[in-house]
């Protein structure tokens, strides 16, 4: 038996950090045959060549090949972003496989006819016609960060089925959050994000990834065009380029020149896809994929249906202004302004989120 961490592009972890999501016994156990995915190592990829239905290509760690059986532990969903075939035909793949979901308008948190989902479920499909045996799922739907609520084990499709109709009761579609659309949304942005485990956060993931994207879902489902956003942010200027190696780069060189992710993903992807110095962070330096600045550019695509962004009590003002936000001192003084733009009987919204840890 050899368990495989699958981090897809996502930085590989260190022992010791294994030790803490695992338990040091385990890893202790295991040894060598506790092991991270590398995407890059292309004798540990096969390619299974492509689909049948749209020529989707499908490449896999080679352990999902030759082993009896695989099984896979999905620890949680986020709504219906995760679980399923990304679990394999992502965690377990490529970049040459991933980048045919993982584009601006490829990605979905969509419960229902999830388009994401349907390109996976294609490839997952695929991979089992070729290997000629199932995959094995165990997908976990969390009570709380640290309790599980319901487990569902069996085929991929099955599993993924049951956990999203048991979803979709707690999370009716966005667009019936709210009677009318509204001129001003107001959300917090916590100081973490999913992409910065055991690392610190940086501008990127704080206002972009996390800001538009993740917690951004409410802007187009809600909000009218040209509305206001008013996060409430620490945004520091603070970046971790042992993590986070082409972040940097993204920040300083690309988005002076572009805020649009369609013209970024065209014109930088490849290169930094492929950048030696970075791979090899990525390989042997516990570096996120280089790829992966350019993936967390996509969600400024919502600035398209969005008037301005006010970023509410920044740390360092000048962060959200590099992206070319608005900054004011806190909430209050952020609502007041969208007011003289909106009018005083403007209609404004309050997201809550959910806590991300126990209180």
């Not at 299974?48 to 490449?59: F, I, M, Q, S, W």
Request: charged share 25%; with cysteine; net charge negative.
């Amino acid at each position: 038996m050899t368990l495989i961490c699958a981090n897809a592009l996502h930085r590989m972890l260190r022992p010791g950090e294994l030790a803490r999501l695992l338990g040091a016994g385990l890893v202790a156990e295991f040894g060598d045959r506790l092991l991270c995915h590398d995407a890059e190592d292309r004798e540990q990829i096969v390619d299974l060549g492509v689909t049948p239905a749209h020529g989707y290509p499908v490449e896999v760690h080679r352990l999902v090949a030759d082993s009896d059986l695989t099984v896979y532990i999905n620890t949680n969903y986020i709504r219906g972003f995760t679980g399923g075939w990304k679990s394999v035909c992502v965690g377990l793949s490529t970049w040459r496989t991933i980048r045919v979901t993982h584009t601006p308008d490829g990605m979905s948190m969509s419960v229902n006819r999830n388009r994401m989902h349907a390109v996976l479920d294609e490839m997952g499909h695929h991979l089992e016609a070729r290997l000629g045996k199932r995959i094995f799922k165990i997908d976990t739907l969390l009570a709380d960060p640290h309790h599980p609520g319901r487990i569902f084990a069996g085929a991929v499709d099955e599993t993924r089925r049951g956990a999203l109709e048991e979803q979709a009761a707690l999370y009716p579609p966005r667009r019936e959050a709210s009677q009318e659309r509204v001129d001003v949304l107001v959300y917090g942005i916590p100081d973490s994000s999913p992409y910065a485990i055991f690392a610190s956060v940086n501008p990127i993931l704080t206002l972009v990834s996390s800001g538009l994207g993740y917690l951004g879902g409410m802007i187009e489902a809600v909000g009218k065009p040209g509305c206001t956003v008013i996060m409430a942010a620490p945004a520091r200027d603070v970046w971790d380029r042992v993590a986070h190696p082409s972040y940097p780069e993204v920040w300083e060189r690309i988005l002076p020149e572009t805020r649009d992710p369609y013209e970024i993903t065209a014109r930088f992807a490849e290169d930094l896809a492929s950048r030696p110095d970075y791979i090899e962070a990525y390989r042997r330096r516990y570096a996120f994929h280089p790829i992966h600045g350019i993936l967390a550019t996509h969600p400024l695509k919502r600035l398209r249906h969005v008037g301005r962004v006010i970023v509410a009590g920044p740390r360092d003002p000048h962060v959200p202004r590099h992206l070319g936000f608005e900054v004011a001192s806190s909430v209050e003084e952020a609502v007041a302004r969208a007011r003289t733009i909106h009018g005083p009987e403007c209609a404004i919204a309050y997201v809550e989120q959910p806590p991300l840890v126990e209180p």
